[in-house]
């Protein structure tokens, strides 16, 4: 059996990086809808059938006993669907992303950047508010960098002069933590770090695991590591290189 890791496109890498790290027998399929991506700027609607599909497709052709949906727009209104459809368990990123702001922020003033679609949903705060820490939140999309990572456009002057225009309105706000509410994002780590200098920048890259861990699945397997996307991407190749290294990728029809 392997866990099943979802995004729209490269950016759940981020987060198949951290579990495939700390995991290194685990079993792993990565599932990239890049002939669809960006789900961000789409309707609640299209997100949760796009998910669906997907999702559905990874349960019903290989053996997976977990899926972790790794993106944060499908976490946000998918998440309930896939609970109610699938009998095995489904992890979505935006808890590990709170618990890591909670435990860093100490003036409890944070800024969550994400897509329109994760920003609409108020997922963020609602997650704040059932964890009942008493913090400040601002939200702002950043509906240009998921389309730069797809593009492993990812340093340079002209992603750093997007970046630092898009996160004006956060900038000198006395926030102390930034959550890239986005899995696209953490690629993006060291131009925000570079533009907004002085803040913690957390993801939910460093808690999932302690999530992976609580879903009692086998860990020791044959560390056998798969990825699947939907259409070819001239930028997907270079970026998983850098990402997880060698390997296979498979482009599959739905
Ligand atoms: N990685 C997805 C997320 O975490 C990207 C969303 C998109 O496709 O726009 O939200």
């Known amino acids: 059996?392997?866990?099943?890791?979802?995004?729209?496109?490269?950016?759940?890498?981020?987060?198949?990086?951290?579990?495939?790290?700390?995991?290194?027998?685990?079993?792993?399929?990565?599932?990239?809808?890049?002939?669809?991506?960006?789900?961000?700027?789409?309707?609640?609607?299209?997100?949760?059938?796009?998910?669906?599909?997907?999702?559905?497709?990874?349960?019903?052709?290989?053996?997976?006993?977990?899926?972790?949906l790794a993106c944060n727009t499908a976490s946000s209104h998918a998440l309930k669907t896939l609970h109610d459809e699938f009998h095995i368990p489904v992890l979505g990123v935006i808890d590990a992303g709170v618990k890591n702001a909670v435990d860093?922020?100490?003036?409890?003033?944070?800024?969550v950047i994400a897509t329109h679609a994760t920003i609409k949903s108020k997922s963020y705060n609602k997650v704040f508010q059932l964890m009942n820490a008493d913090i400040d939140i601002v939200s702002l999309p950043c509906p240009l960098f998921v389309p730069l990572v797809e593009e492993a456009l990812i340093d340079g002057d002209m992603v750093e002069t997007i970046v630092r225009e898009t996160l004006k309105p956060i900038k000198n706000i006395g926030i102390d933590t930034i959550i890239l509410g986005c899995t696209h994002y953490p690629?993006?780590?060291?131009?925000?770090?570079?533009?907004?200098?002085?803040?913690?920048?957390?993801?939910?890259?460093?808690?999932?695991?302690?999530?992976?861990?609580?879903?009692?699945?086998?860990?020791?397997?044959?560390?056998?590591?798969?990825?699947?996307?939907?259409?070819?991407?001239?930028?997907?190749?270079?970026?998983?290189?850098?990402?997880?290294?060698?390997?296979?990728?498979?482009?599959?029809?739905?």
Do not use: Q, W
């Open 104 to 111: 860093v922020s100490s003036n409890r003033k944070v800024a």
């Open 187 to 254: 690629v993006l780590k060291s131009v925000i770090a570079k533009v907004i200098p002085n803040v913690n920048i957390v993801d939910s890259t460093t808690y999932i695991v302690t999530d992976v861990l609580d879903l009692n699945i086998n860990l020791e397997e044959s560390g056998v590591r798969k990825i699947l996307i939907t259409d070819e991407s001239h930028a997907f190749n270079s970026l998983k290189n850098i990402l997880v290294g060698d390997i296979d990728v498979e482009v599959i029809k739905l």
């Open 1 to 68: 059996m392997a866990l099943g890791i979802f995004d729209s496109g490269i950016g759940g890498l981020t987060v198949f990086k951290s579990i495939a790290t700390r995991f290194p027998k685990l079993d792993m399929i990565y599932f990239g809808d890049t002939a669809r991506v960006p789900y961000g700027n789409k309707s609640p609607e299209t997100i949760v059938r796009y998910t669906l599909e997907c999702t559905k497709h990874l349960v019903d052709n290989y053996k997976i006993d977990a899926l972790v």
